[in-house]
């Protein structure tokens, strides 16, 4: 937050970089879930610095939405902020929504000037009815509003697994990235040479993971990233935990110096029973 306000600020103050003209829009562009590194962004503080500078923000919900807040409507809800002080928020429909293109959200001025002079709008075809219907019947699931309670229960299950594959990993030994509601968990591998053979090994056990080294994080911040659902049973979770286990000691991935347990249950923060 500090290093986004000096930007601002010299942003402001200087204003361009030859003429030292005003901007005439200063644009936050912010994810809600960060793909590489699992963190949430902090919203309400980033939202306090935008009302400060009389900036814009662009909120990028790709991993977010769906996944968290109490009713799966993403990070603003999370951090129960007014989604009116968002005034472009993206998303796709690739991931919670298991379909395929994506959205943009903002006041009618925005949505109406980019249908009209958007590339992406004027050059591209509009979605299937298929996949629009399989979008339609998402939301409405999400939301209850197909007479069912399996969209609220799918977002409990899917806090739920989050909350006990992050502790589980902890307690092993593994030094993992982000949130703890982030449900994208990427452990650190450390060093390029343990990526492939991780994989390797990983794939020979019948699990296939994700894989992620330099140039897309630094050079000494290669990562395994897992992504939960909330249809992973706790079986599967276990048996990924299992091998995880295993590999982690033939590799010597286990890198925190925290002080791990050695009982065979535990119990984290929530009640959650942690057992293998």
Not at 194 to 201: H, T
Not at 237 to 248: A, S, T
Request: hydrophobic share 40%; charged share 25%; proline share 4%.
């Amino acid at each position: 937050m500090h290093s986004l306000e000096k930007l601002l600020r010299e942003a402001v103050c200087s204003g361009q970089p030859r003429t030292h003209r005003p901007w005439k829009k200063i644009l936050i562009m912010v994810e809600g879930i960060y793909s590489m590194e699992g963190s949430l962004v902090r919203l309400p503080e980033i939202i306090a610095l935008k009302k400060k500078y009389k900036a814009y923000l662009f909120v990028d919900e790709a991993h977010s939405i769906g996944a968290v807040g109490p009713t799966g409507r993403g990070v603003t809800e999370l951090f129960n902020v007014n989604p009116a002080d968002v005034d472009v928020m993206m998303g796709t429909f690739t991931k919670s929504f298991g379909a395929a293109g994506g959205y943009i959200a903002g006041k009618k001025e925005l949505v109406d000037y980019l249908r009209c002079q958007s590339h992406s709008a004027v050059y591209a075809t509009s979605l299937s009815p298929p996949v629009t219907e399989q979008i339609i019947r998402a939301m409405k699931c999400i939301m209850g509003n197909n007479g069912s309670t399996e969209g609220i229960r799918r977002i409990r299950q899917l806090a739920e697994n989050t909350k006990y594959f992050r502790a589980r990993l902890k307690e092993m030994g593994f030094i993992i990235y982000g949130h703890e509601d982030s449900p994208v968990v990427p452990i650190l591998l450390y060093m390029p040479g343990k990526v492939v053979a991780f994989a390797r090994e990983m794939l020979e056990r019948k699990i296939g993971v994700v894989v992620v080294g330099f140039p897309a994080t630094p050079i000494t911040e290669a990562r395994a990233r897992f992504c939960l659902s909330a249809a992973h049973t706790r079986e599967m979770l276990n048996q990924v935990l299992h091998h995880m286990n295993e590999v982690g000691d033939l590799f010597c991935l286990k890198f925190s110096r925290r002080k791990h347990s050695s009982r065979s249950d535990l119990h984290d923060e929530t009640g959650l029973e942690l057992s293998s």
